[in-house]
T-cell receptor, first 118, second 113 residues
């Protein structure tokens, strides 16, 4: 079956612009999580969506937002881009979410969207 | 709050030698523990996970990890390194209460010929 698909794979923006990234989870997966990966900070959790509801949120400013659609596809948006937002943004899907799962929430990751802010 | 510490951002081993990647965690409740691997230009793939039961967990590609509660560790090992093992490895912990998965900063494994 198809894996987690993220688009676009690469993009370049300038400071002050906004960007929208898309993630299509594995068919049947209802949870989508987003992570920011940078060389200095590693993977940092942004948020998780399950059944169109935000279930968990990391410690990022309000410029970072997301949503999930009824078909489980998710988008994340970053407004007023800063140089420090340059990163690989990873999306991961899983069958279940935090509230309802046994806890061993295995994530399947997409290849990521690499954002460069100039 | 949960946290994960991976000792060594870069580890180099010779082909055929033992691979040991260290991971220590902090969690106020018994955790779930994971190791993921990331190859260049790819997302992360699950290597193995510990939930309950046997503390020695076997994963894909010959890797295994042992959960040691007394040491709060979950080190990853492989008896004999292969060139194809060169990648970045991430240890992760999940709190049984809210399942948010926290990753370590990663260890890049280099295999020397």
């Amino acid at each position: 079956k198809a894996g987690v698909t993220q688009t676009p794979r690469y993009l370049i923006k300038t400071r002050g612009q906004q960007v929208t990234l898309s993630c299509s989870p594995i068919s049947g997966h209802r949870s989508v999580s987003w992570y920011q990966q940078t060389p200095g900070q590693g993977l940092q959790f942004l948020f998780e969506y399950f059944s169109e509801t935000q279930r968990n949120k990391g410690n990022f400013p309000g410029r970072f937002s997301g949503r999930q659609f009824s078909n489980s596809r998710s988008e994340m948006n970053v407004s007023t881009l800063e140089l420090g937002d340059s990163a690989l943004y990873l999306c991961a899907s899983s069958l279940v979410s935090a509230v309802s799962s046994s806890g061993a929430n295995v994530l399947t990751f997409g290849a990521g969207s690499r954002l460069t802010v100039l | 709050a949960q946290s994960v510490t991976q000792l060594g951002s870069h580890v180099s081993v010779s082909e055929g030698a033992l691979v040991l990647l260290r991971c220590n965690y902090s969690s106020s409740v018994p955790p779930y523990l994971f190791w993921y691997v990331q190859y260049p230009n790819q997302g992360l793939q699950l290597l193995l996970k510990y939930t309950t039961g046997a503390t020695l967990v076997k994963g894909i590609n010959g890797f295994e990890a042992e959960f040691k509660k007394s040491e709060t560790s979950f080190h990853l090992t492989k008896p004999s390194a292969h060139m194809s093992d060169a990648a970045e490895y991430f240890c992760a912990v999940s709190d049984r209460r809210d399942d948010k998965i926290i990753f370590g900063k990663g260890t890049r494994l280099h295999i020397l010929p």
